[in-house]
T-cell receptor
Framework: QKEVEQDPGPLSVPEGAIVSLNCTYS??????FMWYRQYSRKGPELLMY????GNKEDGRFTAQVDKSSKYISLFIRDSQPSDSATYLC???????????FGKGTRLSVIA | GAGVSQSPSNKVTEKGKDVELRCDPI?????LYWYRQSLGQGLEFLIY????????KSGLPSDRFSAERTGGSVSTLTIQRTQQEDSAVYLC?????????????FGQGTRLTVV
């Protein structure tokens, strides 16, 4: 079993839809959770960062962490064509350990 | 600088040749990571530097791969005797894990093609 599982998609939604992206993990020691957005032929861009269970909101984006279920989610409200990208979840145990990534979910938002 | 800088952005090399990839992290960031991303795949961890501690080399796929970080800043990833399976995008990231913060910021990557 991989440490971090993420459905690669592709996921295609109409403009304005609510998008739900998810990752599960097996290592209960993970404490810090991140979501990255990666456009084609670009480096990953940090979107959201959280270290506690519960929700964190930033504009149209909400990150949700459920440590008891080892499950994290990213919600995108009012999705836009510019949101079309690959979304990668990442997590780590501490500030002194490397990030472990999911494989990424490719999202297309159709106008 | 304002962000993580990687050079070159693209590199085409012949099988068997050595290559060096460079990463300039964000000024003041003590942690530096190298990852590899193959076509359609997620990010594969290669090596991690944190301050003056011994680097975590657990992700390096073979002894053809090595990396160093001089003066706690610039890092160079070296691949010796390149093979076609080394073709990938090599990504560098840096972070400042003071206070337990672990957000890592990535460069644009070096696209390596071994022919």
């Amino acid at each position: 079993q991989k440490e971090v599982e993420q459905d690669p998609g592709p996921l295609s939604v109409p403009e304005g839809a609510i998008v739900s992206l998810n990752c599960t993990y097996s290592n209960s020691a993970f404490q810090y959770f991140m979501w990255y957005r990666q456009y084609s032929r670009k480096g990953p861009e940090l979107l959201m960062y959280t270290y506690s269970s519960g929700n964190k909101e930033d504009g149209r984006f909400t990150a949700q962490v459920d440590k008891s279920s080892k499950y994290i989610s990213l919600f995108i409200r009012d999705s836009q064509p510019s949101d079309s990208a690959t979304y990668l979840c990442a997590m780590t145990v501490s500030g002194n350990t490397p990030l472990v990534f999911g494989k990424g979910t490719r999202l297309s938002v159709i106008a | 600088g304002a962000g993580v800088s990687q050079s070159p952005s693209n590199k085409v090399t012949e099988k068997g040749k050595d290559v060096e990839l460079r990463c300039d992290p964000i000024s003041g960031h003590t942690a530096l990571y190298w990852y590899r991303q193959s076509l359609g795949q997620g990010l594969e961890f290669l090596i991690y530097f944190q301050g003056n501690s011994a680097p975590d080399k657990s992700g390096l796929p073979s002894d053809r791969f090595s990396a160093e970080r001089t003066g706690g800043s610039v890092s160079t990833l070296t691949i010796q005797r390149t093979q076609q399976e080394d073709s990938a995008v090599y990504l560098c990231a840096s972070s400042s894990p003071r206070g337990g913060k672990t957000e890592a910021f990535f460069g644009q990557g070096t696209r390596l093609t071994v022919v």
